[in-house]
């Protein structure tokens, strides 16, 4: 926009008058440039204040040689309007920031969206005023602005970070950042150029300052994991993906996990051969994507640990083998955090420029900065003189592009900032309890920078101009979310958190890199996709979490918390209500023990274990089959005797293989998983005998299996929990064998259907109280469901082995775990309970599905080790890994009280 018209607009501005709006917008980059023309389009009067003097935000700002995007571009554009689509062509698979900005302007122009967006624009505060309902806004020209709706487009990295070393106002050279470089051209051939932070931003500058200064000198405290962009034209074959059909392009891209249309990647690492995964790193390598790189290779880099580390490895040889000194690669190569928790960077012959005689990288780990000078940088060891300073140094991200702007008051003269004091607080990333009418576009708390920015932004934008429309029609002014809706994101927040590796590294994310600001990480790490059906689900809940109002007392809130599930179950969950299963009673005993075996065909063993031996173990009446899972450690082990689930109908020695590994594992025992008989060719009391039994024989062969001989320990879970806790009450009625602990997985206890979980869960939840009935007909006559050894509950519970109890709340068999839990410890058996939130019946057993029953597997392995007198065996991911609540014994006894 030619310079007159700016200043004609801004002296309009300044005449006094409030300029009187439907909605106003601050920030005039992608998500403000859309929301204006969503908002005009849908009739409502807006004006978009923007503090520079063009459009483009970040884009307009971060200038620096080298400056591109790290998303395809092809994937970084708005998809609003197909006929925008084909009106603009990228030249780069990465767009530089000119062309980038540039499309930005064509935007800006193609939808004339200049006129309602006032430049050279600064708010300096917003209030609420509660009588009219209205946001009041001032700026710095003095022009005041008065909506009924205000957004914050203000984008995630918008507010720089000051670089906190002392001394730089002393320093008399020149001084750049790259978040606010110059428009006009920056000289910098033959001179001694500095630049400190090796982020995204300092890793696409430093090779090309490299190529024109005399000498380059480069400040790292942390090194990041980069991988070659490998720019060039824009693919042929995703264009050609593209081409083919861009609507489900495009609609596969907005259900990914991270705005970028690949499909789930479900292979896990452990899966792969050595040759397999490297064939797939290096074809990750070679295609230059971080979203490939992060989502193709297996399923369990981003959320494992060890699956993690095989990949960070991969990169750290890379980095080897490019940079020729030793001693600079060493620096180079991160070790502090798994690849992906710290934005992974893209570059273009970044690590080949250390191999350049200009340039020196000087580890801060090892001499730290003590001071900028006149003249240059004075580190313990060394200082540099200097013409140039760069600050690749970062920003106060996500809060501070909304927290620093401006002091926003809203209802009863709260302050934003004071309310996030502790840290960001919102209802899905968009709205604040407390701050009616304020939209906050790819806030904390929404996918955003965990994901192509341009795809949740235009999530983002429909959802809130679509509201505002609903709004209208329904004659409502104000919409604010409730504190129990936002208390209940933040657990949500927390919950997806413990699923990702982020958690693990101290960066931007969780706001480590600035000085005193409250931790956690910000964005949300669920995926754009299930983000995106939160949001749907959120409206078709009757706006669930928000209070409506409209003029005569007109009030509407429907208030609550949307998720409750734990993220992994939420999509299990989804993933079989869209498989539209008949109920599994249908299928009649054997059809569905076939349906079973099926599914478990399709699925993954298990991680390896030391040893696997199948073999069959006497009984009164027979002989049964059973597999032992040997740890990969020196022996003897304790032993663990293991009864599956399945209802007493359905499931075998193998059926729950994966946990009896992991539990292996984690534990370092021998699981013998004992494939006892089965209704209804077998009923009551045949399971309950042949537990008894099986678990007699092992403990009697204990040596010969590889076992220490001496108490054994006895698990189960579902209807095998029963088992293992009926074969505690047979061994201490019938003179043995020693049990030292049982561990009961979601167990049934009792023959009563009316507790609450039976009828809270009755149905959606993948055991179903339908399917209890039928089990429960199929294994046991009314008469005989009274019986101790099919109702351990209704049994004598003094002298039983300590035990540790694991309930689901979404379990109809929640209720009568918990009872024989607390029931056990007021006969003063040793009980520990672990009450596993947002978990359903199969969580803890659908090993590397359910990632966030890690924690819970973690807590029952230390409790096997516990019985058997060992110390806790901690892997380093899952260190601070415990969103489920465990109950102390003495915590039963006083909640018993
Ligand atoms: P950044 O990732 O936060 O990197 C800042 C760097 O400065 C870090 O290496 C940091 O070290 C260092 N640093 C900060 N303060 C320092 C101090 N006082 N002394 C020494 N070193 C200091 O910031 P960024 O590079 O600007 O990137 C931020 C984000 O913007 C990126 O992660 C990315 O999401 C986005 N971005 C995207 C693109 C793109 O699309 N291509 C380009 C640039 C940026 P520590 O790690 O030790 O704190």
Known sequence: ??????????????????????????????????????????????????????????????????????????????????????????????????????????????????????????????????????????????????????????????????????????????????SRWPREEVKLAGKRVAVIGTGSSGIQAIPLIAEQAAHLTVFQRTPSFAIPAQNGPPPADRV???????????????????????????????????AERRERFETAWAAGDLIYILTQLWADQGVDFEGNA????????????????????????????????????????YYATYNRPNVTLVNLRQEPIKSIT????????????????????????????????????????????????????????????????????????????????????????????????????????????????????????????????????????????????????????????????????????NMLGFRLTGPNGAEQCNDGQIVRLQPDVRLVLNMLADMKLPPLECFGAQGARDFLAAFNAARPAGRPVGDVVDGTLTVTGGSLPYRLYRPATPGPHPIVVYFHGGGWVLGDQVSDEPFCRDMCRRSGMIFVSVGYRHAPEHRFPTAAEDGYAATRWIAEHAADLGGKPGPVMVAGWSAGANVAAVTCQLARDRGGPQISGQLLVCPVTDCTFDRPSYNDNATGYFLTRSLMFWFWDLYCSPADRTDP????????????????????????????????????????????????????????????????????????????????????????????????????????ASAAE
């Open 310 to 349: 095989v990949l960070a490895d991969l990169v750290r040889e890379k980095i080897r083998e490019i940079v020729k000194n030793p001693e600079t690669a060493a620096a180079l190569t991160p070790h502090d955090h798994p690849f992906g928790a710290k934005r992974p960077c893209l570059d273009t012959n």
């Open 1 to 178: 926009m030619p310079d007159a018209m700016v200043a004609a607009r801004v002296s309009e501005a300044a005449s006094g008058t409030t300029q009187q709006v439907d909605v106003a917008v601050v920030g005039a980059g992608f998500a403000g440039l859309y929301l204006l023309h969503r908002l005009r389009k849908a009739g409502f009067t807006t004006a978009v204040l923007e503090e520079a003097d063009d459009v483009g935000g970040t884009w307009y700002w971060n200038r620096y040689p080298g400056a591109r995007c790290d998303i395809q571009t092809i994937d970084y554009s708005y998809t609003f309007d197909p006929e925008l689509e084909s009106a603009w062509k990228w030249s780069e698979k990465y767009a530089t920031q000119p062309e980038i900005l540039r499309y930005l302007g064509f935007v800006a122009d193609r939808y004339d969206l200049r006129p309602d967006i006032r430049f050279r624009t600064r708010i300096t505060a917003a209030t609420w005023d509660q009588a009219v309902e209205r946001w009041l806004l001032t700026t710095n020209s003095g022009a005041t602005v008065s909506c009924r709706y205000y957004i914050m487009a203000t984008g995630c990295l918008s507010s720089p970070k000051p670089p906190e070393i002392d001394g730089v106002k002393d320093f008399k050279g020149e001084i750049y950042f790259t």
């Open 789 to 892: 050894r099919v109702s351990p509950l209704r049994g004598k519970l003094q002298g039983l082995p300590p035990a540790f109890v694991t309930t689901c709340e979404f379990d109809p068999l929640r209720d009568e775990g918990v009872a024989y839990a607390e029931a056990m410890s007021a006969a003063g058996v040793p009980v520990e309970q672990l009450k596993a939130r947002g978990h359903f019946h199969t969580s803890m057993t659908m090993v590397d599905v359910v990632i966030t029953g890690v924690s819970g597997r973690v807590q029952m392995a230390d409790a096997l080790r516990r019985f058997a007198g060992l110390p806790p065996a901690w892997r380093e991911g899952d260190v601070g890994f415990r969103p489920s609540q465990v109950v102390a014994p003495h915590e039963i």
């Open 374 to 541: 006149a003249s240059g940088i004075k580190t313990d060891k060394r200082t540099a003189d200097l013409d140039v300073i760069v600050f690749a140094t970062g920003f106060d991200a996500m809060t501070g592009a909304i927290r620093a702007v401006h002091p926003i008051t809203g209802r009863g003269g709260k302050s934003l900032s004071d309310v996030w004091t502790h840290g960001p607080q919102t209802y899905l990333g968009l709205t604040v309890a407390g701050f009616p009418n304020l939209f906050m576009i790819t806030g904390p708390g929404s996918p955003s920078v965990l994901s192509n920015m341009a795809v949740s932004i235009e999530q983002h934008v429909d959802w809130v101009v679509d509201r505002l429309i609903a709004m209208r029609e329904a004659g409502f002014t104000t919409i604010e979310a409730t504190e129990t809706a936002q208390a209940g994101w933040a657990q949500h927040m927390a919950d997806c958190s413990t699923l990702t590796l982020h958690r693990l590294a101290n960066t931007w994310y969780t706001g480590a890199n600035v000085p005193g600001k409250a931790q956690g990480v910000m964005p949300y790490p669920g995926g754009v996709g299930p983000y995106r059906s939160i949001c749907n689900e959120v409206v078709s809940h």
């Open 240 to 274: 050609a993906l593209l081409k083919s059909d861009r609507a489900s392009y495009r609609a596969q891209a907005r259900d990914s996990l991270a705005g970028v249309p690949w499909p789930l990647s479900t292979v896990v690492s452990w899966q792969l051969s050595d």
